[in-house]
C-alpha cells in the first residue's frame, strides 16, 4: 500500500548499517526531488509508535533537508529476515559502496543479526570467500579501515598489512604502501624483509656477544651476493620472488660468466 505519511510520523531504520551519509549527497537528492519529485517511495513499515525505515532513508533525510511535511511511503508487512535484507540489499547495490562498509553488513549480520555464514552466503549470493574477505575487514585495525574506505590501498594489500601485529610497523608499511603503491605480494615483501634484517641483526648480535663472553674474536656476519659475488652483511641482503623461468635464464648467465672467467665453480 502506497501512502503520504507525516515526516513526524517515521523513525529513522532501527540499525543504521551504513557508516555515513555525506551532506554533499543529500543535498545532491534534494535538488533532484526537488525539480522532478520522488520517483519511487521509500519503504516503511508500521511500528507501534509511528513507521520505521526499511529502505529509503537518504531519500527521506533529503526531504528533511528542505523543509517537506509528508513523503510518498509504501507501507509493508514484513518479517525480521525480510525486513534485514531489504535495509541490506539498499546499501550493498550502491555504486559508491566501500570494502569498509560490506564488511560492516557482513559484520552486522553475523553478529547483530546472528547469521551464520552460509545463510549470509545464500541470502547475499555472495561467495564464502567474499563473505570471509568482509568479516576479515571488519575486524582489521581501523587505520587498514580508512585506508580502504579512502580507496588509498586495495584489499589485498590491508589483509597483508593486517598480518603484521605490532601497531608501529604497521603504520610504517601502510604510509610507504600508501605513498610509493604497493600490491600485495610486495608488502608481504617488505614485511619478510624487515624481518629478516630483524631476526640476522639479533642472531648476530647474540653470537656477538656469547663469543666475546668466551674469549673468541667475532667476525661480520656475511654473505655472498648471488648476482655479483661480493660479500656483503647479511643484513643489507632482501629477499627476491622469481618465476622458475627468470631464475633459469639468471642461473644461466651466471654460469656463462663464470666459464668466460675461467673458473667453473659451482653455484
Excluded at 656469547?210 to 654473505?223: H, R, V, W
Amino acid at each position: 500500500m502506497t501512502k503520504r505519511l507525516k515526516m513526524a510520523e517515521i523513525q529513522p531504520p532501527g540499525i543504521d548499517i551504513r557508516e555515513e551519509i555525506g551532506d554533499n549527497a543529500i543535498m545532491e537528492l534534494a535538488v533532484s526531488i526537488k525539480a522532478v519529485g520522488l520517483l519511487q517511495p521509500i519503504l516503511v513499515r508500521k511500528t507501534e509508535t509511528g513507521y520505521e525505515i526499511i529502505a529509503g532513508h537518504r531519500r527521506f533525510l533529503a526531504h528533511q533537508s528542505f523543509g517537506a511535511e509528508t513523503i510518498e511511503c509504501k507501507i509493508v508487512s514484513m518479517g525480521a529476515d525480510d525486513t534485514i535484507l531489504a535495509r541490506v540489499h539498499e546499501n550493498l547495490f550502491r555504486e559508491d559502496i566501500t570494502p569498509v562498509d560490506e564488511a560492516n553488513i557482513v559484520g552486522y549480520l553475523h553478529y547483530e543479526c546472528k547469521w551464520e555464514l552460509g545463510k549470509i552466503e545464500t541470502k547475499l549470493r555472495k561467495a564464502r570467500a567474499w563473505i570471509q574477505t568482509r568479516i576479515d575487514i571488519f575486524h582489521m585495525p581501523e587505520e587498514l579501515k580508512e585506508a580502504l574506505r579512502k580507496r588509498e590501498i586495495k584489499i589485498n594489500v590491508a589483509n597483508e598489512l593486517a598480518k603484521e601485529q605490532e601497531p608501529e610497523k604497521r603504520k610504517y608499511f601502510l604510509e610507504n604502501a600508501i605513498l610509493h603503491g604497493a600490491t600485495g605480494r610486495q608488502v608481504m615483501n617488505w614485511i619478510l624483509d624487515f624481518k629478516k634484517e630483524t631476526m640476522a641483526g639479533e642472531a648476530h648480535m647474540a653470537s656477538r656477544i656469547l663469543a666475546e663472553s668466551q674469549g673468541f674474536e667475532t667476525k661480520p656476519l656475511d654473505c655472498e651476493c648471488y648476482l655479483c659475488s661480493t660479500e656483503t652483511n647479511v643484513i643489507n641482503t632482501i629477499a627476491v620472488n622469481l618465476c622458475k623461468s627468470c631464475w633459469a635464464d639468471i642461473y644461466k648467465e651466471k654460469k656463462q660468466a663464470r666459464e668466460r672467467a675461467g673458473t667453473t665453480q659451482p653455484s
